[in-house]
């Protein structure tokens, strides 16, 4: 019923910038809550931010400053901008969209996921 489609992951230096997307589709009345995600190798996913349906907005610590996540309400795309990039922040990014169905039910779902290394 609901897809959500991560892109714009990829290589970077260590100090570049790089944008993530989450689009998602299907039976959507709106998106609640969408947060982004990662995990590292051998390490447990972890919260990087997350955005509500009135623009509030959460970071977890380590990226507070340096990343910021926004969304176009109208397409049900979230962003990721990702500054000041490091080599501990290499991981798949994972979004996650709580959807209000069309039909009122409310569910979670997942992307693919998308990596992002960044090089030393």
């Known amino acids: 019923q609901v897809q959500v489609v991560e892109s714009g992951g990829g290589l970077v230096q260590a100090g570049g910038s790089l944008r993530l997307s989450c689009a998602a589709s299907?039976?959507?009345?709106?998106?609640?809550?969408a947060s982004w995600y990662r995990q590292a190798p051998g390490s447990q996913r972890e919260l990087v931010a997350s955005?509500?349906?009135?623009?509030?907005?959460n970071y977890a610590d380590s990226m507070k400053g340096r990343f910021t996540i926004s969304r176009a309400s109208a397409k049900n795309t979230v962003f990721l901008q990702m500054n000041s990039l490091k080599p501990e922040d290499t991981a798949v990014y994972y979004c996650?969209?709580?959807?209000?169905?069309?039909?009122?039910?409310?569910?979670?779902?997942w992307g693919q996921g998308t990596q992002v290394t960044v090089s030393s």
């Open positions: 996650n969209a709580n959807v209000v169905l069309t039909t009122g039910y409310e569910y979670s779902y």
């Open positions: 299907g039976s959507i009345f709106k998106i609640n809550v």
């Open positions: 955005i509500t349906s009135g623009g509030m907005t």
